[in-house]
């Protein structure tokens, strides 16, 4: 991902290189020719840290102002997972840095409903992933940590119906309620508006709107208390940025398409965008744009504040994931600007990270600064991400305590690409079954081997078993009850 931004740097990288040549070193000019920095925006989830990585890009974060929710923090205060949105530019020598971190949690409440991999906090809709991260303090950590009652804190990515993608999760530690959404049914007699499926209040409310009035679609972060009817009596409400200055040279923007009219008219978390015939697709095409679809945007900010996107990425459905131990390491040279990409095995399966993998430490040692560098042989590993023609990339890894006392059982989920009479192949592992293996269907019932086998093909399991060797000896397996295996986009 963030291929422009990339290429941007690696091009200033060649002029800086080529300005050592000949006599003199003559200065090297910047995007425009001033030599100046190149001015960036970027909105989009923190991949790790040192400084702090965002979309892939390393951002060096030593004189940034940092706010969390409007108030003064310290970068120790920024999390993997949370969805930011960063002001900073490129130098001449290709090194960018921050000049601005701003996260703004999405939801802070109480869970009111568990219902599969969905949370549902003042009626707000969480939909939980493999890439959600879910904060050490959750115990067991994971979705099983948490039921209705618990008070929780949501980063994550807006979706056109008002759900929420969660990329972390982590346990409120205060009494304050906070959603986060694009406004709609104002009334302004009873002073009221509705705010994802949430009613909200603003007449006792502190109205924080910049240059702009309240109006439909205005994207709003708000806060206060639900009452016993289920109103939201809001206290504060705040407008949230959804657009770049047009100093901005570039900009990075990744989230759900919230509006669609065309290829030429839409919004990406609120951000107006367009395209031209110029602008290059990754993983689709023009005609793949819709509502709910998400998407990374890179390009400039034209002079009437649209985004005009020179590349667009649809991402991709994560639905692998391997937990493990590290068999092999092969660590590259730096991918460039500080971010270390290579490969990994757990278990014998082969797994290639990207700049944009996000890394998090939840082992006993939580180093902060954390990367595949970091990681060693034995290390206990969990790895989400998807299958392409390369073979498994990683998007998230995580390092979890070893356990001396674990049961060698480990636990695979993907799709299956191909299938014989008592095995299947899961993102290249090929995995066996015998007479002991259980099956179940996606609504968890037990069904036999034949019928298994008959209806598998292209379905998105979780297998649990055992290593051996190249193969994976099946205990358990389960179709995934949110199977969407053949769905290109993440929905």
Not at 72 to 80: C, F, G, I, K, P
Not at 350 to 356: E, K
């Amino acid at each position: 991902m963030t291929h422009f931004l990339t290429r941007l740097i690696a091009s200033l990288c060649v002029l800086l290189l080529a300005s050592c040549g000949g006599s003199g070193g003559s200065d090297v000019s910047g995007i425009d020719g001033s030599g100046a920095p190149v001015a960036t925006g970027t909105q989009g989830t923190i991949d790790g840290f040192g400084s702090v990585i965002v979309n892939g890009v390393r951002y060096n974060s030593d004189k940034a102002q940092i706010l969390i929710n409007g108030d003064m923090a310290m970068e120790e205060n920024l999390q993997v997972g949370y969805q930011v949105r960063l002001i900073g530019s490129i130098a001449k020598d290709g090194s960018a840095s921050a000049d601005k971190i701003e996260f703004t949690p999405n939801l802070i409440g109480t869970i009111t409903t568990k219902t599969g991999n969905t949370l549902v906090v003042m009626n707000q809709e969480i939909k939980i992933s493999n890439d959600t991260i879910f904060d050490v303090k959750i115990v067991p950590r994971g979705l099983q940590g948490l039921a209705p009652g618990a008070r929780i804190l949501v980063s994550g990515s807006l979706a056109s119906d008002g759900s929420i993608s969660a990329t972390r999760i982590e346990l409120a530690d205060n009494s304050s309620q906070q959603l986060q959404g694009f406004v709609r049914d104002v009334n302004t007699m009873n002073m009221t508006f509705q705010l994802n499926q949430q009613q909200i209040s603003y007449a006792g409310a502190n109205l924080n709107l910049g240059n702009q009035n309240l109006r439909n679609g205005l994207l709003v972060s708000v806060r206060g208390i639900q009452d016993t009817n289920q109103l939201f009596l809001a206290t504060q409400v705040n407008r949230v940025a959804t657009e770049f200055s047009t100093n901005i040279k570039s900009v990075s923007i990744e989230g759900y398409i919230t509006r669609f009219v065309s290829a030429m008219d839409f919004e990406v978390a609120g951000m107006q965008v367009t395209t031209n015939a110029q602008t290059r697709y990754d993983n689709g095409e023009a005609k793949n744009l819709a509502p709910g679809i998400k998407v990374e945007v890179d390009g400039k900010v034209t002079s009437d504040g649209k985004l005009l996107a020179e590349e667009l990425e649809f991402e991709h459905k994560v639905n692998n994931k391997i937990a493990g131990k590290i068999t092999n390491i092969t660590v590259n040279n730096s991918a460039g600007f500080g971010i270390v990409t290579g490969t990994l095995e757990v278990d014998g399966t082969s797994i290639r990270t990207t700049i944009a993998t996000r890394y998090e430490d939840k082992g006993s040692s939580r180093v902060k600064r954390f990367n595949l560098s970091s990681l060693q042989v034995g290390d206990a590993v969990e790895v989400t991400g998807y299958s392409n023609e390369t073979g498994f990339i990683a998007t998230k890894i995580e390092r979890e305590d070893n356990d001396d006392n674990e049961p060698e059982e480990r636990e695979l989920e993907g799709i299956i690409t191909s299938i014989s009479a008592d095995s299947f192949t899961l993102f290249g592992r090929k995995i066996v079954t015998d007479e002991n293996t259980e099956y179940r269907d996606a609504e968890g019932k037990s069904i036999n081997p034949a019928s298994f086998f008959a209806i598998a093909f292209g379905k998105r399991v979780e297998v649990k078993g055992v290593a051996l060797g190249n193969e994976f000896l099946a205990i358990r397996i389960s179709i995934d009850e949110d199977d969407k295996g053949k769905d290109q986009f993440k929905l």
